[in-house]
């Protein structure tokens, strides 16, 4: 179903985007393992009781709190956003524009082959950034603050914040197959995870801007349900959902669409 | 079974663009030239038969099976060079060459390099520092490495220096030679009459004439531009030749005639005083516009 060669040569091209970003993550969470003490985290609450902050830095006390409301309410949704917005046009749509997909299709290898390959490796690279993060978070945590990491939420915040990926990714991805340019698709594979997070920052603000809750995918991934470990599935499902939907999508419609090649 | 087979394919884009009604075929071992203006269709039609766009009407086909559903048995048949070439950049053209090998699943790489030999080009830089004739170069050893039973080849000399292009005909030459079938877009008249058996000539989307290359050689006109070392000679010349072009300043004169009309040229103007005596070379479409009426719009 997938072409061996061609998805070694995706695999090589994008994987400079894939350790810089999986390195960048992983700096962070070393980071906040290390500085992020209990005695810390409670200063820092008393220092940002009553201001806006508090209702988005505030945590409830563990480590793994502390990194809900900080790790995985911003670097963890941005960084990786910004390399699925970029590998997600690299894959298809910049090959179109630029022409040299072509080439790979002068040969026995069909678009559907090509699709599955591009669409592996995107699935494939997502989950391997989230490994090595996991990984990397469990070993830091227990050298800096053994037992302080309770890993079962750990690893489930992980699996979370991977399927909020997996969905943005499916967007970039069939935003890609969709058109032709770089610059048509870019506007909905960069605009609609830009516009999700910008409204998830919006709605921290106030209590009476929550509403808009239902206006973006990171209602989805609640990592308040994950700590408090309980209703978080609903949305994982709703989010493995919308990601085969719009994987199979882009696939079919790349498959049957004219190219100006 | 024919190699080629295009029936009354048609994709209309709007505003006139597109392919009407293309009705062509290739016999095996055939080799034809596609020639027309830009933007007339050539490259849609090479699309079809790529199976890159799917018929708005009409068929094409390739060794009997259909381009748009067959895509993986007939690439396997087809070497294709694309008009305008691209590449991935960010490798060297070797790596290139074997990842479209491994996709095709060949492992023979000797056609490769000796072609690579006869362009004379070193295939392990960087795609992003070649030039554009190493590129051109590039995306032959591409299309050709396989063997491949049938070329599409479009605009297959554009950026190559002279020489190149003479040994690119001899290329041409000798895949006809082992029987290839070729589709050749161009606009260099050499190139045509020293490979192909037949023209087809299209504009503005449709057919307009498809003749052999002994008919285009014979019914070819050929422009001479004469130099007049005295201005009464050339007024008495553009009265022999009343449909010739006469310089503003009465130095030289344009004239249109076939080779069967030479020597009563040659003949006439040995009774005047030459400055020079030249021939002026157009390009493919010039003279079939001329032809063909292709002036009118």
Not at chain 2, 197 to 218: A, C, F, P, S, Y
Request: proline residues 3%; neutral net charge.
């Amino acid at each position: 179903m997938i072409s061996i060669p061609y998805f070694k040569y995706i695999t090589k091209s994008n994987l400079k985007f894939l350790a810089a970003f999986t390195i960048v993550l992983c700096i962070f969470l070393i980071v906040m393992t290390n500085v992020f003490t209990p005695a810390i985290m409670t200063d820092t609450q008393a220092g940002l009781s009553g201001t806006l902050l508090e209702n988005i830095l505030t945590g409830n006390g563990t480590l793994i709190g502390f990194m809900a409301n900080s790790f995985y309410a911003l670097m963890a949704i941005l960084f990786p956003m910004v390399y699925s917005i970029l590998v997600g046009n690299r894959l298809i749509a910049e090959k179109i524009d630029k022409g040299y997909l072509a080439g790979f299709l002068s040969t026995p290898v069909t678009r559907l082959k090509i699709v599955l390959s591009s669409a592996l490796y995107f699935i494939l690279s997502l989950a391997v950034m989230w490994g090595i993060v996991s990984a990397t978070g469990i070993f830091f945590a227990d050298m800096f603050q053994p037992d302080a990491l309770d890993i079962e939420i750990f690893l489930k915040m992980n699996l979370g914040v991977f399927l909020y990926h997996l969905t943005i990714s499916s967007i970039c991805f069939c935003s890609s197959c969709i058109f032709n340019t770089s610059k048509n698709s870019l506007i909905p594979g960069a605009g609609i995870p830009l516009y999700f997070f910008v409204i998830s920052l919006i709605i921290k603000l106030s209590d009476s801007l929550d509403f808009l809750k239902y206006f973006t995918l990171n209602t989805l991934f609640d990592t308040q349900k994950i700590l408090d470990d309980n209703g978080y599935l609903p949305s994982f499902i709703i989010m493995l959902s919308i990601s085969i939907v719009l994987y199979i999508t882009g696939t079919i419609i790349f498959t049957k669409k004219d190219l100006p090649l | 079974m024919k190699a080629i087979e295009i029936n009354n394919l048609t994709k209309d884009y709007g505003n006139g663009k597109g392919i009407f009604d293309i009705t062509l075929s290739l016999t095996h071992g055939e080799v034809c030239g596609y020639l027309g203006p830009n933007g007339a269709g050539k490259t849609t039609t090479m699309r079809h038969l790529m199976g890159f766009i799917k018929p708005q009407s009409g068929s094409a086909s390739i060794c009997n099976m259909n381009c748009w559903s067959n895509q993986k048995e007939i690439q396997q048949k087809i070497g294709y060079l694309p008009g305008e070439i691209c590449f991935p950049d960010d490798m060297t053209g070797i790596a290139y060459l074997h990842l479209i090998s491994r996709m095709r699943s060949t492992r023979d790489f000797s056609f490769a390099k000796s072609l690579i030999n006869i362009f004379e080009f070193d295939p392990n830089i960087k795609i992003r520092k070649m030039s554009k004739g190493m590129k051109q170069k590039l995306g032959i050893v591409a299309a050709f490495m396989h063997n491949p039973d049938i070329l599409l080849l479009d605009e297959p000399t554009s950026g190559l220096d002279p020489l190149m292009q003479s040994r690119f005909i001899d290329l041409i030459q000798s895949e006809k030679e082992k029987g290839k079938t070729i589709l050749l877009s161009s606009h260099i008249f050499d190139e045509v009459e020293k490979t192909c058996d037949r023209v087809v000539m299209i504009r503005n989307g449709r057919l307009i004439r498809q003749i052999t290359v002994k008919e285009m050689k014979d019914a070819q006109y050929k422009t001479y531009k004469i130099g007049f070392n005295k201005e009464s000679d050339i007024a008495t010349f553009a009265l022999m030749y009343p449909n010739s072009e006469i310089d503003k300043n009465g130095k030289f004169a344009i004239v249109s005639i076939t080779d069967s009309e030479l020597n009563r040229l040659i003949h006439t103007l040995s009774q005047y005083e030459i400055a020079f005596f030249t021939e002026e070379k157009h390009t493919l479409e010039e003279y079939f516009m001329r032809f063909y009426g292709g002036d009118e719009k």
